[in-house]
């Protein structure tokens, strides 16, 4: 099963960036879409962002459409979500994902995803 590791969250002011970043421990996450989700306290988790296995398609919930960017780079191994003009309804905790199966171009609902890493928190100061 492929390990996910994010980093990069932390505390910043509304208005502010942050670039989330989450490794995969095998060189198949290249063959398959990931997403980027969030859990804000008291809420159910909500999709963000998703790439597909090629990198060619992307798909964004509208409230971060404009603001956040979901690129990846395969020969890392690597997803990144770059996060701009920061909201305080932006704070939770960000969790990447891989898709359940390979060549899947974008999917937005958790049960597609197989495997999700531990979490990185994301607090948006007014």
Known sequence: QV????SGGGLV??????????VASERSFRSYAMAWFRQAPGKEREFVACISWSGKSTDYVDSVKGRFT???D???????????????EDTAVYYCAISRSARVVLASIAADFGSWGQGTQVTVSS
């Not at 390990?3 to 994010?6: G, I, N, P, S």
């Not at 395969?74 to 305080?88: E, F, G, H, R």
């Open 70 to 72: 979901i690129s990846r």
């Open 3 to 6: 390990q996910l590791v994010e």
């Open 13 to 22: 002011q509304a208005g502010g960036s942050l670039r989330l970043s989450c």
């Open 74 to 88: 395969n020969a890392m191994n690597t997803v990144y979500l770059q996060m701009s003009s920061l909201k305080p």
